[in-house]
């Protein structure tokens, strides 16, 4: 008898990973932890990431590298999706694909799980740029668009799928035919980066920290007011915001912070790898966004041991209750949530709470709640 070795009975599992690019931004964030959990989170599965050629992907001894050459832009990107990646997916034989985004070809070979997480394209608070210039304003309809049409035909297609928050799951269920018989949840990972905990200096000027693209529904306006309180009150503190921005809006948001805040405003683009020390050196982390399927940045910064200060709303009430101070919408509320942070001893009850809370959110966990939700999947193909 022909003896089976352990490689071939264990599932073959392929993450596409073609949305990586060379920014130092979410996506790759995301990735990035999922790749390096998978040994620990799923070791029975041998897992492929694909690709795009000449981008920097972690390497795992036990996760398999596949680069494929994409085009340039975006569109042709997306031609050569649903023309070329089948083949390639065909040479590999996975028995899963685990697709992270909502644009989902048709004809994947074995079976595909799709990971639900693109709620801005459902929200009232967000929608295309208006303003800025013409291009950057008809790519954004044309994106939103594309991600409105493909995400209800991407989870019909999809054999499983994993939202990373309740919220989500429940808004997608509502706005874009997302089935939640199918669906279980598998919450993002807060470990990316080493714990560097210090309370920030007594004295001097406090950074308030923002982290995430720069867009109309994370309420740039209303933190620059709240802060600019501060200033006419003499309390001395300064907005830093780290990442990039939607097209049409980073240029008009960063004239309005100069003009209001001058010194007090800092935009430092898109800095992923400095993000440990800013965690460390900030006074606080204003999670202000009217929409979010997740807010990495806020679980990161509570991991870090930072306070972070919060408006109510469906993702901020379920993912960091209780350890969140909360304040409404208005600029007087969020400038009085900051100064009850002044306190030595509020502060340091506020981080270590958030150091409790998450503690919990890992990328093995997420990497055994993918596992979890595809090993059905797996065993009805095996029969």
């Known amino acids: 008898m022909k003896s089976v070795s352990a490689q071939e009975t264990r599932p073959r599992v392929v993450l596409q990973a073609l949305a990586m690019g060379p920014e130092r931004n979410g996506t790759r964030a995301v990735l990035t932890g999922l790749i390096e959990a998978f040994p620990h989170g799923w070791p029975d599965a041998v897992v492929t990431v694909i690709h795009r050629r000449g981008v920097e992907v972690p390497s ?3 996760v398999t590298l596949c680069p494929v050459a994409l085009p340039r832009s975006a ?9 070329r990646l089948r083949g390639v997916l065909r040479r590999l034989a996975p028995d899963l694909v685990i697709w992270p985004h909502e644009s989902v070809p ?11 997480q693109n709620v801005v394209y459902h929200c009232g608070a967000a929608g295309p740029v208006e303003s800025g210039a013409l291009r950057a304003r008809v790519r954004s309809r044309i994106q939103f668009g594309h991600y409105r049409r493909q995400m209800p035909r991407a989870y019909r297609r999809a054999d499983a799928v994993v939202a990373v928050s309740r919220h989500a799951a429940e808004l997608l269920a509502a706005r874009s035919g997302l089935d939640c018989a199918k669906t279980s949840l598998a919450p993002l990972g807060a470990d990316s980066w080493p714990v560097r905990t210090k309370r920030p200096p007594a004295e001097g000027r406090r950074s308030l920290l923002m982290v995430g693209t720069l867009a109309p529904y994370k309420r740039l306006e209303l933190a620059i007011d709240a802060v600019a309180r501060l200033a006419d009150a003499g309390e001395d503190y300064e907005l830093v915001l780290a990442g990039g921005a939607w097209p049409g ?3 008009d948001i960063d004239e309005l912070g100069r003009r209001r805040l001058g010194d007090r405003w800092r935009w430092l683009g898109p800095v992923l790898d400095e993000l440990p020390e800013l965690y460390a050196n900030s006074h606080a982390l204003l999670a202000l966004s009217s929409c979010e399927s997740f807010g990495l940045p806020s679980l990161e910064a509570m991991r870090a041991g930072l306070p972070v200060l919060a408006t109510p709303e469906p993702w901020t009430t379920e993912l960091l209750s209780p350890a969140a101070v909360f304040a409404e919408p208005d600029a007087e509320s969020v400038a009085d949530a900051v100064r009850s942070l002044a306190p030595t001893g509020e502060w340091e009850r506020r981080s270590q709470a958030g150091l409790t809370l998450a503690a919990g959110f890992t990328w093995r966990r997420m ?4 596992a979890s939700a595809s090993r059905p999947l797996l065993a009805e193909s095996a029969h």
């Open 249 to 251: 809006y980073g240029s």
């Open 106 to 116: 048709r004809g994947l070979p074995g079976a595909c799980l799709v990971i639900a």
């Open 367 to 370: 990497a055994e709640g993918i």
């Open 75 to 83: 569109a042709a990107r997306v031609v050569w999706e649903r023309a």
């Open 60 to 62: 795992v001894p036990e």
